[in-house]
């Protein structure tokens, strides 16, 4: 199975500060979504972004998809203490079968 | 919008025994249910799908034998984890998808802590 990779693998910022992610996969996709897991927790879906979108947005969420190069960025704007977590990125393929990535963990610095 | 809940939240055993995870669509019908296993610090690892009605198809390196997967109804799908050992300590997580909601989506429980003494 294709897996989504995350990059980076850390990313410690300060609060207030913008905080960038991408994922790269492999082979075509239907769909790619983000999601967001607290530490212990269930996920948290963030945002889809279909295979024929470009960009999207919800709220202080920013998604790219570049499906020439195979990767998307999730951007959120104004990081808060909130949002430190991991973020993980999940494509799914024509059989409905989602598959993630290694995701990120985000830690927004006071 | 569409509720999976999964029982027990947490769980704790002594190596050897077995332990059953409960998965169930609140308010849809789930005509897929997929199984997801987390190590610390690492991602989720699908583990199996299963249809209402069907075997569950395992990812390669699942065992089948000792994560026993059920999806008798439409709204429940129940893993067993047969002779529990330390190793298979994790977090476990269902998802959903079916009629009711978009096809392309897929809605998480809340996972399960196995934790295995």
């Known amino acids: 199975s294709q897996q989504g990779e995350e990059d980076p693998q850390a990313l410690s910022i300060q609060e207030g500060e913008n905080a960038t992610m991408n994922c790269s996969y492999k082979?075509?996709?239907?769909?790619l979504q983000w999601y967001r897991q607290n530490s212990g927790r269930g996920l948290v879906h963030l945002i889809l972004?279909?295979?024929?979108?470009r960009e999207k947005h919800s709220g202080r969420l920013r998604v790219t998809l570049d499906t020439s190069k195979k990767s998307s960025s999730l951007l959120i704007t104004a990081s808060r203490a909130a949002d430190t977590a991991s973020y993980f990125c999940a494509t799914d393929e024509w059989d409905d079968k989602i598959i993630f990535g290694k995701g990120t963990r985000l830690h927004i610095l006071p | 919008g569409a509720v999976v809940s999964q029982h027990p939240s947490w769980v704790i055993c002594k190596s050897g025994t077995s332990v059953k995870i409960e998965c169930r669509s609140l308010d849809f019908q789930a005509t897929t249910m997929f199984w997801y296993r987390q190590f610390p610090k690492q991602s989720l690892m699908l583990m199996a799908t299963?249809?209402?009605?069907?075997?569950?198809?395992?990812e390669q390196g699942v065992e089948k034998d000792k994560f026993l997967i059920n999806h008798a109804s439409l709204t429940l799908s129940t893993l067993t984890v047969t002779s529990a050992h330390p190793e298979d300590s994790s977090f476990y997580i269902c998802?959903?998808?079916?009629?009711?909601?978009?096809?392309?989506?897929?809605?998480f429980g809340p996972g399960t802590r196995l934790t295995v003494t």
């Open positions: 299963s249809n209402e009605g069907s075997k569950a198809t395992y």
């Open positions: 082979t075509s996709i239907n769909n």
């Open positions: 998802s959903a998808s079916g009629t009711g909601t978009y096809t392309y989506e897929q809605y």
């Open positions: 972004i279909r295979s024929n979108e």
